[in-house]
């Protein structure tokens, strides 16, 4: 019986989100910039796209194509 106990423990924790990782804000970001017409680039935008905005924390750049 601890046994269900101790795993459920480690579930818990394996699942817990990491701090700073704004999962939330993140996925807001994405949609907002999905309404504005953009994608999300990796590593930066195409030659033909502008930047309009952040598509996460971590860095990954909203674009669109220019008008």
């Known amino acids: 019986m601890r046994l269900y106990y ?3 423990a480690l579930l818990f924790l394996f699942l ?6 704004g ?3 993140s996925g807001l970001r994405k949609y ?3 309404i504005r017409s953009g994608r999300c680039a ?3 935008c195409l030659p033909k796209e502008e930047e309009i905005g952040r ?7 909203c674009c669109r194509k220019k008008k």
């Not at 817990?16 to 990782?21: A, D, E, I, T």
């Not at 598509?55 to 750049?61: D, F, Q, V, W």
């Open 32 to 34: 907002y910039c999905k």
């Open 55 to 61: 598509c996460s924390l971590t860095g990954r750049k």
């Open 6 to 8: 101790l795993l459920f």
């Open 23 to 25: 999962g939330i804000i």
């Open 42 to 44: 990796l590593i930066g």
């Open 16 to 21: 817990l989100p990491v701090p700073g990782n």
